[in-house]
Nanobody, 114 residues
């Protein structure tokens, strides 16, 4: 059983910053990757950024240069630092933990608005 909890969403102004955190607990012995996804209303969930167990990272084009993913492997905490936020970043952000199976958090709302 793997438990995933996101924190850190909220309201930011355009050009501002937010940092999301994700804490994973449970059986993580077969961890493959952790990542952040987002979902716009009426759309399917899309990748924002991902980090593998070996430390490799992958970013969506929309996130490159603005967002940074990092992981505290000792504490199994995943972060997403989001800078230069735009209104189009407004979405529900989900943390994903892959152990071969995909485990999801409940999501956290990020709203970028003046």
């Amino acid at each position: 059983q793997v438990h995933v909890v996101e924190t850190g969403g909220g309201l930011a102004q355009p050009g501002g910053s937010l940092r999301l955190s994700c804490t994973a607990s449970g059986n993580l012995a077969n961890l493959v990757a952790m990542g952040w996804y987002r979902q716009f209303p009426g759309k399917t969930r899309e990748l924002v950024a991902l980090v593998t167990a070996e430390g490799g990272t992958n970013y969506a084009d929309s996130a490159k240069g603005r967002f940074s993913i990092s992981r505290d492997s000792a504490k199994n905490i995943l972060y997403l630092q989001m800078n230069s936020l735009k209104a189009e970043d407004t979405a529900v952000y989900f943390c994903m933990v892959s152990t071969g199976y995909l485990h999801w958090g409940q999501g956290t709302q990020v709203t970028v608005s003046s």
